[in-house]
C-alpha cells in the first residue's frame, strides 16, 4: 500500500483528493424512492466516494476486489482511495443528487459524534452507586448507522440518552460526549429521537398526524402541497400507505398497530431529515419484513441525507443485520465488541464462540452474552463455560484488541476536526404558523376525544338539571337571599372545579408536546397559544348550553346582560381552572396524582373564598391575606353575587327592622362583598389570573429545561475508578502519517 494521508472534509485548503470528479454527478446508483439497486460497476466507479472523508493516495495492491475489505478494522479502513463499508452491499452509497453525503458535504454538514469513558451511575439505597455505564468509548459518523445491542437491560436505552443528553435527573454522568469533536448540549431540536414508546395524538389519522408535523417543522418556504407530498412520500416509505387514513388509536379505541405506530413515531422524526437521529429501538413490533424495510430505508435516507443513525436494536434478523455499518455490543453496561458489524462474526469466532452454522449471528451474539437466566453458553469446540466466563473473555479479548485500539484512535481523530456549533434542527417554521397549526390540531383532538370535552358537557348539563330543578324558580322572597348565595356558590366552586376533569387528556398532550418540544418541533409559547384558543370554542359551549339551563330554571335576575355575565364569569373559571392544571402538569405530570393535587389546591381556594367562611371571619393574617386573595373564588363569588343582587329588593323578615332590603345592603352586610368597584372588575381580575396562570405555566417549562441541565452539571461526579481518558490515540499507527 502506498503512503496515506488522511484528510477531513472540512480541513482548510484545497485538497486535490477531497472533490469528487466532476462525472460522479451525473451518476445514478440508487434511487430513494425507487429503491433500485446500484450496478457493480457503478458501485466500484464511486467507491472512492463513499465516506465523508477524502484519503489520497493510493493504490490497493492486494487485487481484493472492493467489497473484500469487510473482515478489515472498519474505522480507518483506507484503501484504494476509499474507505468503504459492506453497506455497499445494498446500493447505499452515491446517488447522483447535488447534496449526495458521499460527495458533497458531508464534512461540513455532517454530526460527528464522540463519547469517551462514558459512565452513568443511578443511586443505589444499599451500595451507593451503581454503574448502569462503564468507561465506554466509541463514536458515530454521518451517513452510517451505529446499532447499539445486548441483552434487556445492558444499557442500551441509557447509552442513547447519554448521548442525546436526555438522561433523568436520578442519574449521574460522566466521561466527554463531543459533537463535531467540540462539547455542545444535545437537547432541544439539536437532534431527532425516535422514543420506545408511541407517544402519538391517538385520535388523528396516520395521514393527519404526519402532514401536521410536516407543517409544523418544514419551513414556510415550503408550499402547502411541498409539504404534504413530503409527509405521504415518508409515510410511503415507512410502508403505511394502506393506513394512511386509519386513526392512531389508543386505550379506548384501537386503531394501527404497535408496529404501525413504531413506523408514524419514525415517520414524525425523519421528515426533516435531521443530521442526528437517534431511534430507541426502532423495529419492536414489526415482523422481520417490516423491520428490514424500515431499516434499509433508514440507511439509504441517512446515507442520501448524511444523517448519523444511532439505534439500539432489541432483535435484528440477519438481513437487518447486514445493513448495520457500526455494531456497540454491550453487556451489563460494558462494551463487548464495538466496531464494524461484519467483523463482530471474526471477532465472536477468534475467542472460541463461532457462529454455528444456520444461526443468525445477531442471536448468536446476543445468546452468547445473556447471562440473565446464567444458562450455559455452548462453544463451537464441544466444550462449556458460563455466561459470566465467556463475557469476561470477550470483554477482556476486545479491549486488547486491534479494534479498540482503532476505536479510540478514530475517536481521537474526530475529536481533532472541531467542527462548528451544532445548530438548531428545530422548527423552521414561523411561529405563527405552529400557533395555527397546533391549534387546528388541538381543535380536532378536543373534537374527537370525548374526555376532553364531551363528556363534560353531558355530566354539566345533567348537573345543571340538577340544580335547576333543586332551586327551581326561586322567586324574590327573604329566603331565597340564602338560596341564590348557595346556588351561585355551587356553580362558581363545583361546576369550575368539574374543569378538572379535562386532565387526563391534557396530560396525554402534555407528553406530545414533551416529545415533539425536545425534538424542537415547536416552544413554549406556541404550545401554550395553541392550546388556548383551541379550549375557547368548547369551554364557551360548556358554559353557555348548563349555563342557560341552570340560569333560567333558577330564575336568576332578568335580563340578558345579567345572564352574559353569568356566563362569561363561569367560562372565565373553567378556562382558569384548566390553566392552574396547566401548571399542576408541569410540575407534576402523573395525571392520578395531578388530580389529587389539583383538587387539593382548589379546596383550600374554596375553603378561604368567601363563602364557608365570611371574609371577616377568616383568620388573620395567612387566610384573610393573602390566601382570601389568591383564591379565584373570592373574585367568581362577589361577581356573581353583585350581578345578582344589585339592583333587586327583597322582603325583610327580621323584626324591628326596614320592611325591604336593598341587593347593596345584603351584598355589604350578608356577603361582605367588597362594593367600592365594579362586577366588571371582578371578571377582568379573572381573566388577568387566567393569563398569570399561563405564563406561570410558561415560566415553569422554561426554567426548569434551563435549570435541569444545571443541578445535572453540578451533580456530574467522578465514578471511583481508574479513569483511562484518552489524551493520545492508543495507536498511531494512522496518524501519524496524518494532515490534519
Ligand atoms: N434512571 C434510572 N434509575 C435507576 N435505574 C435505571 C435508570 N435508568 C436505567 N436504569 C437501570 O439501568 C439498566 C439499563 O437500563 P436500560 O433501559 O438502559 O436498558 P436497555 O438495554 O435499554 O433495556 P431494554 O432492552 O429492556 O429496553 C436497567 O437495569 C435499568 O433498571
Known amino acids: 500500500m502506498e503512503s496515506q494521508v488522511y484528510v477531513p472534509r472540512w480541513a482548510p485548503g484545497p485538497s486535490p ?118 468507561g465506554l468509548t466509541g463514536y458515530a459518523q454521518p451517513g452510517e448507522l451505529l446499532a447499539i445491542m445486548g441483552p434487556s437491560g445492558c444499557g442500551k436505552s441509557t447509552l442513547l440518552d447519554a448521548l442525546a443528553g436526555r438522561l433523568g435527573s436520578n442519574t449521574r454522568q460522566s466521561g466527554e460526549i463531543l459533537v463535531n469533536g467540540s462539547k455542545q448540549r444535545l437537547t432541544f431540536g439539536t437532534s431527532a429521537y425516535v422514543t420506545q414508546d408511541d407517544t402519538l395524538m391517538t385520535t388523528l389519522t396516520v395521514r ?53 405506530k413504531r413506523r408514524v413515531s419514525i415517520c414524525i422524526e425523519i ?52 445493513v448495520f455499518h457500526n455494531l456497540c455490543l454491550l453487556s451489563s453496561g460494558k462494551t463487548v465488541y464495538f466496531g464494524s458489524a461484519s467483523m463482530a462474526k471474526e471477532f465472536f469466532d477468534s475467542n472460541g464462540f463461532p457462529c454455528p452454522a444456520l444461526r443468525n449471528p445477531s442471536d448468536h451474539y446476543l445468546r452468547t ?128 372545579f368539574m374543569a378538572i376533569g379535562g386532565f387526563p387528556s391534557f396530560v396525554e398532550d402534555m407528553k406530545i408536546f414533551g416529545r415533539e418540544r425536545l425534538n424542537g418541533h415547536y416552544g413554549v409559547g406556541a404550545f401554550v397559544v395553541g392550546n388556548t384558543f383551541s379550549s375557547i370554542p368548547y369551554l364557551l359551549m360548556i358554559s353557555l348550553i348548563p349555563g342557560v339551563i341552570a340560569y333560567y330554571l333558577v330564575g336568576l335576575h332578568k335580563g340578558f346582560e345579567h345572564f352574559v355575565y353569568f356566563a362569561l364569569v363561569l367560562f372565565v373559571c373553567m378556562m382558569l381552572v384548566e390553566s392552574l392544571m396547566m401548571i399542576v402538569a408541569s410540575v407534576v405530570p402523573d395525571f392520578l396524582m395531578g388530580i389529587i393535587t389539583g383538587a387539593g389546591i382548589q379546596g383550600v381556594m374554596m375553603l378561604c373564598g368567601g363563602f364557608f367562611r365570611l371574609p371577616n371571619d377568616l383568620p388573620k393574617p395567612f387566610w384573610r391575606y393573602p390566601m382570601y386573595y389568591i383564591a379565584f373564588h373570592k373574585y367568581a363569588n362577589q361577581g356573581f353575587y353583585k350581578n345578582e343582587f344589585q339592583g333587586l329588593t327583597f322582603p325583610n323578615n327580621q323584626a324591628g327592622g326596614p320592611s325591604t332590603i336593598t341587593g347593596e345592603e345584603i351584598l355589604q352586610n350578608v356577603w361582605q362583598v367588597e362594593t367600592g368597584y365594579s362586577k366588571w372588575v371582578d371578571v377582568a381580575i379573572l381573566f388577568g389570573m387566567v393569563v398569570l396562570y399561563r405564563l406561570l405555566f410558561l415560566g415553569i417549562i422554561k426554567t426548569v429545561e434551563k435549570v435541569k441541565p444545571i443541578i445535572k452539571g453540578l451533580m456530574v461526579a467522578s465514578p471511583e475508578k481508574s479513569k483511562q481518558v484518552i489524551e493520545k490515540p492508543p495507536s498511531s499507527r494512522y496518524l501519524h502519517e496524518a494532515k490534519i
Open 369 to 496: 452474552i445473556n447471562k440473565d437466566f446464567d444458562s450455559d453458553t455452548e462453544q463451537g469446540h464441544g466444550g462449556t463455560t458460563s455466561t459470566e466466563e465467556a463475557i469476561n473473555t470477550l470483554i477482556k479479548s476486545y479491549k486488547s484488541s486491534e479494534t479498540c485500539q482503532q476505536v479510540q484512535s478514530r475517536v481521537y481523530e474526530i475529536c481533532q476536526l472541531k467542527g462548528g456549533l451544532l445548530e438548531k434542527k428545530g422548527s423552521q417554521a414561523s411561529f405563527i404558523t405552529q400557533c395555527l397549526v397546533l391549534t387546528r390540531r388541538s381543535s380536532v383532538n378536543m373534537y374527537r376525544d370525548l374526555g376532553y370535552y364531551w363528556l363534560r358537557l353531558a355530566i354539566y348539563i345533567a348537573l345543571c338539571l340538577c340544580v335547576g330543578t333543586i332551586f327551581y324558580d326561586i322567586g324574590s322572597s327573604y329566603g331565597s337571599i340564602q338560596a341564590r348565595g348557595s346556588m351561585l356558590m355551587f356553580v362558581a366552586a363545583f361546576l369550575t
Open 208 to 260: 393527519e398526524a404526519v402532514y401536521y408535523s410536516a407543517q409544523l417543522q418544514l419551513p414556510d418556504s415550503m408550499s402547502r402541497s411541498e409539504k404534504k407530498e413530503r409527509a405521504e412520500m415518508t409515510i410511503r416509505e415507512m410502508g403505511l400507505q394502506d393506513a394512511m387514513n386509519t386513526r392512531i388509536g389508543g386505550w379506548s379505541v384501537k386503531g394501527l398497530s404497535g408496529g404501525q
Open 17 to 134: 483528493t477531497t472533490s469528487p470528479p466532476k462525472e460522479a454527478k451525473s451518476e445514478r446508483v440508487d434511487d430513494l424512492e425507487t429503491g433500485s439497486i446500484a450496478s457493480e460497476e457503478d458501485r466500484s466507479s464511486t467507491m472512492g466516494r463513499l465516506f465523508p472523508f477524502s484519503v489520497a493516495s493510493i493504490s490497493d495492491n492486494t487485487g481484493r476486489p472492493p467489497h473484500s475489505d469487510i473482515h478489515e478494522p472498519p474505522s480507518l479502513r483506507i484503501e484504494s482511495n476509499l474507505i468503504t463499508s459492506p453497506r455497499t452491499e445494498l446500493g447505499l452509497q452515491h446517488n447522483g443528487a447535488e447534496n449526495c453525503i458521499t460527495c458533497n458535504d458531508v464534512g461540513l454538514n455532517g454530526v460527528f459524534l464522540t463519547w469517551k469513558d462514558l459512565w452513568v451511575t443511578v443511586a443505589d439505597g444499599e451500595n451507593g452507586r451503581r454503574a448502569i455505564l462503564q
Open 271 to 322: 421528515l426533516t431529515r435531521p443530521r442526528l437521529l437517534f431511534m430507541d429501538e426502532p423495529t419492536s413490533g414489526l415482523d422481520s419484513a417490516a423491520s428490514y424495510h424500515v431499516m434499509s430505508r433508514i440507511v439509504k435516507l441517512a446515507r442520501h441525507d448524511g444523517i448519523n443513525v444511532i439505534a439500539s436494536i432489541h432483535q435484528p434478523s440477519s438481513e437487518v443485520f447486514e
